[in-house]
Structure formats: structure tokens, C-alpha cells
């Protein structure tokens, strides 16, 4: 009951913050004032992420990045006669919340763009209700291949929705490059297979497993975890009698730094091996000490070591976030960035100013669009997938997350 009354209050909230935007900057049309006074036509970016909860320290990193994106085109006065405003949302990390949220994006005109999800289960609740809208979304973490696809990617690669991309890539490629790290470089070879159930960490547990096994790696066990219990110690047992010489687990760090810890103290000295989801440093704060080898891989290299991400990173601390941009910083900004580089082709096709069909017409432009952004080069395949599919991993050392090796999957 007191999630329902939370998610209506949240719903209406959203909806009334929007509808205040939207006041005066657009036609009811949708075409942009004939005034070039006050600033021009301004352009919302929305974002949906999880703002509060559990996953808010990621969400609130792809919040700032990408409202640091409009504010550095606003600077720069990268589309002329356009300013851009960002207006976010919290979906909680919950897909009945993102659909609401996907609802009140639509109904506002001015939004022309929208920078998320976090979550794989939330961008699919999404997608239809912005593809109907033709308003394009783009996510910076969403990794779960079927969103792009198809449910049958593995034998039948099928496009879903025209209006949604990613800059991140996908699991389809990031759980194999686990298994080869984990089986050849770290040498590994009994492991124990653990997920939460959710779109994006069975998916990911799922292409892990596969992998592992063609390379001859023997699975010595798998279990299924309620992510809403803090309390792992029977999983936990099991993997200490199972014989595994590591575990991999497909979910997030809420679940992930507890679950590491418990095996630790039930008697199984193995590192937890995990996905972009367990890649915070809040999985440290809640494994403890002993997270010490545990490893993760994210989307990409470092941003800290990229050169292409040197000014985003200056002026990140410049704007004086209180937050940290965390793993999906580097995306986030590329995925405002990409729908900021699609209104500028739109508006520069259309004599300097939005047409009446934008959202259509940025959608397509979307596909097109290509850039030197912060994480490399940005552009999108036949898929709506990013083209680049980088991946790094990490190990818990000395209670931080340090780079050990970058690269692509060979399959």
C-alpha cells in the first residue's frame, strides 16, 4: 500500500515539474516560438534513473553527467537559438515506476531526448511507450542484449525499437569477456553461478555461463537470490561445499557486497567476480575487507585514463557536483551528447529552427550521429547498439577498484 501511495505521489510530482517546464518555450504544436528573444527555444533532456534508493549513486552520477552535457552546449552555444535544460526523474530502479516515468516524459512537448536507464528490467518497460511517442531514448548502462535484439538474439538478431540506443555495450559481449579473464588470465576453473532474477543479471549470468563452459571451465553449482533479503549465509554454505574456486554473480552491488562477504565468513576464500552493476565503490563499503580480489568489469577503460575524457572530468569537479559520476559517468555525458548532436542535425535541416515533427526527426537523426566524445568514439550500429564495445576489469585492492586489463571480447 505504501508502495503504490509513493509511486502516485512520485507520478504527480514528476508530472506537475514537467508541465512547468513546459510553460512558454514551445508551441502546443510542438513547433518552436518565432521570438528569438529570452535564449531562443529551449530543449528538454530528460533523464530517468534511480535518484533515491539503493542505486542512487550511480543514478545521481548519470544525472550530473548528463546535465553537465547541456550545460557545456548552453556555454558553448553548440545549437544556435536552442538552450537545453535537463529534467530528471527517479525510477527507483523500478519498471512500473519507469513506465510512469516514460508517460510523463511524452506528455511534455520540450522534451526531444531522454538520457537512461540504469536498469536493463526498467529500460524495457520504457521502450514502447517512448517508441510510440517517437522520442528518443538513450541509454548509458542498459546492457541486456534482447532490449536491441530480440528475445532470440542468440539465433535471430532483430531490431526492436527505432527510438532506442545505448552507448553502452552489451552483455552479450561483457559476460564472455568475464569468462575469458576468469578462465585464462586468472585461472580459475570450477566456478559457482549466482544471480538475482532480474533482466540484467540473469542475462548476464546466463552468456558468462556459456562462455565459461566452451572454454572448459566446469560449473560447480548455480542458485537464484531474492535481491530484497540482505541475508546470504545458505548460498553462502553452498558455495563452500560446492568446491568452486570462484564465484560470478549476475546483479548489483546492494546485493553483491553482502553476498561476497558472507561467503567469505561461511569459509570460501574466493573472489566474486561480477558485471558493471557491482562496479561501485559502495560494493567495497559492504563487502569489507574481505573484497580484496574480488573483480568487476565495466562498459569501457577508465575515464580517469582516457584523454578524450580529460575535460570532462575538469569540468565535472569544476561545475561542484556533490556527487560523484561514477561508473557511467563517461556515458552518460555521450548519450546527452548524441541527442544534443541530433537536434543540431535537425535544426540545421530545417533552415535554424525545430520543425513540428522534431521528436521523429531527431529520433532518425540519431542513427546517423557520430562524435569524438568522452568514452572515444560515439556512434550507433543497425541495432541501436554503441559500435564501441571496449571493456575493462577491475580488482578490489587495497579497498579501491583498480584497472587490470582493457579490451574487446574475441569470440
Not at 91 to 98: E, I, T
Not at 159 to 175: E, H, L, N, P, W
Not at 325 to 331: L, P
Amino acid at each position: 500500500m505504501r508502495q503504490r501511495s509513493l509511486i502516485a505521489i512520485t507520478a504527480a510530482l514528476a508530472a506537475g515539474a514537467l508541465t512547468l517546464t513546459a510553460c512558454g518555450s514551445r508551441d502546443d504544436d510542438g513547433g518552436s516560438d518565432s521570438g528569438n528573444g529570452g535564449g531562443g527555444t529551449t530543449v528538454v533532456i530528460g533523464v530517468d534513473a534511480p535518484l533515491t534508493g539503493d542505486l542512487s549513486a550511480l543514478g545521481l552520477g548519470i544525472k550530473n553527467s548528463a546535465d553537465l552535457a547541456a550545460k557545456t552546449a548552453n556555454k558553448e552555444k553548440t545549437v544556435d537559438g536552442i538552450t537545453f535544460k535537463v529534467e530528471a526523474l527517479d525510477d527507483q530502479g523500478q519498471p512500473s515506476v519507469g513506465q510512469q516515468n516514460a508517460s510523463s516524459f511524452v506528455a511534455n512537448k520540450d522534451v526531444l531526448g531522454v538520457v537512461g536507464p540504469l536498469n536493463s528490467s526498467v529500460g524495457e518497460s520504457m521502450q514502447k511507450v517512448f517508441d510510440t511517442a517517437k522520442l528518443v531514448e538513450v541509454s548509458p548502462a542498459n546492457t541486456g542484449p534482447s532490449l536491441t535484439q530480440g528475445p532470440d538474439w542468440r539465433n535471430k538478431k532483430v531490431r526492436q525499437y527505432k527510438s532506442y540506443f545505448r552507448t553502452a555495450t552489451t552483455d552479450a559481449i561483457q559476460g564472455p569477456f568475464a569468462a575469458q579473464y576468469v578462465y585464462n588470465d586468472a585461472k580459475k576453473k570450477k566456478v559457482f553461478v549466482i544471480d538475482d532474477k532480474k533482466t540484467y543479471g540473469a542475462g548476464l549470468a546466463g552468456t558468462f555461463t556459456e562462455e565459461f563452459k566452451k572454454l572448459g571451465g566446469q560449473v560447480v553449482g548455480t542458485e537464484h537470490i531474492n535481491p530484497d533479503t540482505k541475508d546470504f549465509s545458505s548460498v553462502a554454505t553452498k558455495v563452500k561445499n560446492s568446491g568452486a574456486d570462484v564465484v560470478y554473480y549476475g546483479g548489483e552491488y546492494p546485493q553483491a557486497g553482502p553476498l561476497s562477504k558472507q561467503i567469505k565468513e561461511a569459509g570460501a576464500k574466493i573472489p566474486l567476480v561480477g558485471g558493471d552493476g557491482i562496479k561501485d565503490d559502495t560494493f567495497i563499503k559492504l563487502a569489507g575487507a574481505a573484497s580484496n580480489g574480488d573483480l568487476a568489469t565495466s562498459v569501457g577503460a577508465p575515464v580517469e585514463t582516457l584523454p578524450s575524457a580529460k575535460k570532462f572530468v575538469a569540468d565535472y569537479k569544476t561545475e561542484g557536483y556533490k556527487e560523484d559520476y561514477a561508473a557511467y559517468g563517461g556515458y552518460s555525458y555521450d548519450s546527452a551528447w548524441a541527442i544534443i548532436e541530433a537536434v543540431k542535425k535537425v535544426v540545421a535541416d530545417n533552415g535554424g529552427k525545430l520543425p513540428d515533427d522534431a521528436r521523429a526527426k531527431v529520433t532518425e537523426a540519431m542513427q546517423n550521429v557520430s562524435f569524438d566524445g568522452v568514452t572515444g568514439k560515439v556512434s550507433f550500429d543497425e541495432f541501436g547498439d554503441a559500435t564501441n564495445k571496449q571493456l575493462t576489469v577491475y580488482s578490489v585492492e587495497g579497498g579501491t577498484f583498480k584497472a587490470v586489463k582493457s579490451g574487446t571480447y574475441t569470440g
